[in-house]
């Protein structure tokens, strides 16, 4: 018995040496999906914000000339993680953020100016956590929404500019006090915010 009991201490203390001599690397993470299906309730999850006509290059750019078509884009998270962001100010695991792009219309109806949104979804993408890291789904030519491989330059932007845990926190009127509160916003975000100028992400090369 004695022998048993030994062997069996023998094995775990072996077991446990293993593991620290090998820690589990990233690279040794699954993969997440090469693709990710559309919730079909998304329309139904936490509602985060609508903006238009957003762009994150300076003023005088071609994306803002006046002739161009107006978009909207409106940010849904599902509602298990909107809850835990709410106590700590931080995304679990299995985040997931869609946003819909929707064009702008004018004279709808009886509005006589500014713009209001399209029946029609014209664009979708999204920015789910998995595994702990986070990935960008954005729609393909068969309308499916294939994973947006790294270093796209989705992730360097998140990276470098973003409020909380790599999303763009502070565009979610009612999630940035939270952060602030909770003492999650990320060096670079508190960096920029006193340096306004460092704000502006460099032109694409």
Same mark, same amino acid.
């Given at each position: 018995m004695l022998? *048993?009991?030994?062997? /069996? @201490? &023998? *094995?775990?203390?072996? /077991? @446990? &040496?293993?593991?620290v001599a090998h820690p589990v690397k990233a690279a040794d993470k699954p993969?997440?999906?090469?693709?990710m299906p559309v919730p079909?309730?998304?329309?139904?999850?936490?509602?985060?914000?609508?903006?238009?006509?957003?762009?994150?290059?300076q003023a005088g750019a071609d994306s803002l000339k006046t002739e161009h078509q107006s978009v909207f884009d409106n940010v849904f998270v599902n509602p298990?993680?909107?809850?835990?962001?709410?106590?700590?100010?931080?995304?679990p695991d299995n985040t997931t953020f869609v946003l819909e792009n929707r064009k702008g219309?004018?004279?709808?109806?009886?509005?006589k100016g500014g713009r209001t949104q399209n029946a029609d979804v014209s664009g979708l993408e999204i920015h789910r956590k998995v595994n702990n890291e986070w990935a960008f789904y954005v729609r393909g030519g068969d309308g499916t929404e294939h994973l947006l491989p790294r270093p796209a330059s989705c992730y360097t932007c998140h990276e470098a500019h973003a409020a909380v845990d790599t999303t763009f926190v502070q565009f979610y009127p009612t999630l940035l006090p939270i952060a602030k509160t909770k003492n999650t916003l990320s060096a670079n975000y508190l960096k920029e915010m006193a340096t306004p100028e460092a704000a502006?992400?460099?032109?694409?090369?």
């Open positions: 022998k *048993a009991v030994a062997f /069996a @201490v &023998a *094995a775990s203390t072996l /077991a @446990v &040496a293993l593991v993969a997440p999906p090469a693709t079909a309730d998304y329309r139904e999850w936490q509602y985060l914000t609508s903006g238009i006509d957003m762009t994150y290059t298990e993680a909107y809850k835990v962001f709410k106590q700590t100010g931080t995304w219309e004018a004279a709808a109806s009886i509005n502006t992400p460099a032109p694409a090369k």
